[in-house]
Antibody
Framework: QVQLVESGGGLVRPGGSLRLSCAAS????????IGWIRQPPGKGLEWISY????????NYADSVRGRFTISRDDAQNSLFLQMNSLRVEDTAIYFC????????????WGQGTMVTVSS | DIQMTQSPSSLPASVGDRVTITCRAS??????VAWYQQKPGKAPKLLLY???RLESGVPSRFSGSGSGTDYTLTISSLQPEDFATYYC?????????FGQGTKLEIK
C-alpha cells in the first residue's frame, strides 16, 4: 500500500547533527513533491521544507534555513533531511508527507520520528 | 508570512451535533487551504483541500467553504470517531503555515 516510513530520529546534544530518512512505497516516488513537517510535543504543526520533483526546487522555513538540507534519491525512493547545528527548539516529531499537485497540501504522511535535542 | 488564526481552540460537542471550525488568513489565500484531522499519537490525515474538495475516502459529513481570507470546516453530524484535533493549512505562499488547532472534545 501507499506509505511513507521515517527513521533516524533520536537524542542529540545542542549543536549536533542528525540525518532523517523517509522511505516511500506503493507509488511512483519521483512523480511527487515531498515535504517535512514537524510537531513539538503537545503543540501544533510546523511546515519546515519541501523538495520538488527531480530536486529542481527546495524551500525552507526561516527557522531551519541554513541549518537543514532536504534531498531525495528517486532511485531509492527515499527522502532525507540533514539537520545540523541543532537547537533545543528543534525537538519535535518529524513527519515526511507527500504533496498533492505541486506540494501544496499533503495527502500521505509517515508515522513520524522523534528528534530530541537536549544536553 | 501568512498567519492562520484558527478558532475556537477547544470545542465541546456531542454526537450528532453540527460543528464549524474557522480559519482566518492574514491575507487573501485564494482558496489555497487544506484541513487535517489528527488523533493522539497519529499523523495528521488530509480531509479537504482547495477549501472545499473532499479527499478520497473522507466521509461526506465533512465539508469546507470560504473565500478570500475566511474559511470554515463543517462536520454535519458528529460521529464518535470525529473527536480529534483539527488543523487548517494555507499553501498560497511559502512558508506554508498551519492554524493553531481546534480540539474537538466530548461534551
Amino acid at each position: 500500500q501507499v506509505q511513507l516510513v521515517e527513521s533516524g530520529g533520536g537524542l542529540v546534544r545542542p549543536g549536533g547533527s542528525l540525518r532523517l530518512s523517509c522511505a516511500a512505497s506503493g507509488f511512483t516516488f519521483s512523480d511527487y513533491y515531498i515535504g517535512w513537517i514537524r510537531q513539538p510535543p503537545g503543540k501544533g504543526l510546523e511546515w519546515i521544507s519541501y523538495i520538488s520533483r527531480s530536486s529542481t526546487f527546495t524551500n525552507y522555513a526561516d527557522s531551519v534555513r541554513g541549518r537543514f538540507t532536504i534531498s531525495r534519491d528517486d532511485a531509492q525512493n527515499s527522502l532525507f533531511l540533514q539537520m545540523n547545528s541543532l537547537r533545543v527548539e528543534d525537538t519535535a516529531i518529524y513527519f515526511c508527507a507527500r504533496g498533492i499537485y505541486n506540494g501544496d497540501a499533503f495527502d500521505i504522511w509517515g508515522q513520524g520520528t522523534m528528534v530530541t535535542v537536549s544536553s | 508570512d501568512i498567519q492562520m488564526t484558527q478558532s475556537p481552540s477547544s470545542l465541546p460537542a456531542s454526537v450528532g451535533d453540527r460543528v464549524t471550525i474557522t480559519c482566518r488568513a492574514s491575507q487573501d489565500i485564494r482558496n489555497s487551504v487544506a484541513w487535517y484531522q489528527q488523533k493522539p499519537g497519529k499523523a495528521p490525515k488530509l480531509l479537504l483541500y482547495a477549501a472545499s474538495r473532499l479527499e478520497s475516502g473522507v466521509p461526506s459529513r465533512f465539508s469546507g467553504s470560504g473565500s478570500g481570507t475566511d474559511y470554515t470546516l463543517t462536520i454535519s453530524s458528529l460521529q464518535p470517531e470525529d473527536f480529534a484535533t483539527y488543523y487548517c493549512q494555507q499553501y498560497a505562499g511559502t512558508p506554508y503555515t498551519f492554524g493553531q488547532g481546534t480540539k474537538l472534545e466530548i461534551k
